[in-house]
């Protein structure tokens, strides 16, 4: 039982200058490792993402073609390249900076993000939080991944779900709680919290944040 402030924030395009999955695909096809017919595809599914009309088991079956029949061993080097090549240049320093504050004041950080527990768990070590909530893959034997993500996904009230459940595990029982999100798709969990903040917001999100007096946080893009 704890009661550390609790500091929670997304990953893409709240942290990251980008969509983390969006680019481990096209760097996975920049690099021959699948067609590149997927680039076009990614895209498809970037713009049902943006429209609200994205469906996570298809996008699941799509985004973890890589991983399917791999352990955690057989992907550790392509991994460890996107994350050097592709991922440390897209992390905003601003948000960054905040991530840093809030751990020198103590508070516990909690990285919550749709994205798979692969790239959320290397990010989270990566960028200093102490735990992560993410979407889940399904393995076989419990080391070998497929291409299927189990339920809830960590998107939407999935993501609320998962948060709640992690507050009830790790037994939380302080009082004040942020989370930094840019999407409206987050609007459950910015809800819940006791200081949602609005980090470079979507259109729909800033109308609502402004509607509702919540912080709203711009950060330079570089």
Known sequence: MFNKRLAIF??????????SDFGFINF??????????????NQRYMDAYLNGA??????????????????????KETMERFFKEVFEPMINI???KKIHHHHENNDYLLLATATNEVIAKLAAARLGFDDYVATKIVKKDQTIYTNQIEFPPAFKEGKLTMVQQWIED??????????????VN?????????????????NQLRQIAEERGWDIL???RI
């Open 218 to 220: 711009d950060l330079p």
């Open 54 to 75: 994205l469906q996570m088991e298809d996008w699941g079956k799509f985004s973890l073609v890589f991983y399917d029949g791999k352990t955690a061993e057989d992907i």
């Open 28 to 41: 996975l096809a920049e690099e021959n490792i699948i067609p590149d017919s997927y680039k076009e595809t």
């Open 170 to 183: 790790q037994k939380w029982v302080g009082k004040e709680s942020f989370f930094y999100s840019d999407s």
């Open 186 to 202: 987050d609007l459950p969990l910015l809800d819940y919290v006791s200081h949602p903040i609005a980090t470079n917001p979507d």
């Open 10 to 19: 997304d990953l893409d395009n709240t942290i990251l200058d980008g969509d």
């Open 94 to 96: 601003f948000a960054l």
